[in-house]
């Protein structure tokens, strides 16, 4: 309530063009989840490439978008699916765990991802491949 109160003594600054910077294009590889960075950044990536160009995991060599990540608890090796509930995938990352709430795979619907996982034969221990962005 005071926040709302405080904005009609907003004063606007002008940006500092010389300190301004363009981010790069988005390409494809952006969406490649990467195991290794911790679950929050998994999330937050996710979050970045929603609409393009979509988040997507790699199981054994297969290409599946993935929707509804947050961050849960846990821990294994990197990419390494926990658990499968009616919530979700439940998978490693580096540093705590990933819920999975919808997966696609290639040329099919999307799907709850414990639909997909029972159907798939994912068990606890099953792992997502890694995949790492290859130097310039």
């Known amino acids: 309530m005071q926040a709302l109160s405080d904005l009609g003594g907003l004063r606007p600054t002008p ?3 010389t300190q301004a910077t363009h981010a790069p294009m988005l390409i ?6 990467r195991w290794t ?5 998994i999330v937050n990536r996710s979050r970045g490439v929603a609409a393009w160009p979509q988040t997507t995991a790699f ?3 297969a290409r599946l978008k993935l929707a509804g990540l947050s ?3 846990g821990s294994g090796q990197p990419g390494e699916v926990l658990g ?5 995938l439940t998978v490693a990352a580096q540093e705590g765990a990933v819920l999975i709430r919808t997966v696609q795979p290639e040329a ?7 639909t997909w ?9 099953t792992r997502l491949d890694r995949w790492e962005p290859t130097d310039p």
């Open 15 to 17: 940006q500092d063009e």
């Open 28 to 33: 494809k590889e952006d969406g490649f989840v």
């Open 37 to 41: 960075d911790t679950a929050a950044q």
């Open 59 to 61: 199981l054994n060599g």
């Open 71 to 73: 961050v849960t608890t």
């Open 84 to 88: 499968v509930t009616e919530a979700g």
């Open 108 to 114: 099919r619907k999307a799907q709850p991802a414990h």
């Open 117 to 125: 996982a029972q159907g798939a034969g994912i068990t606890p221990g």
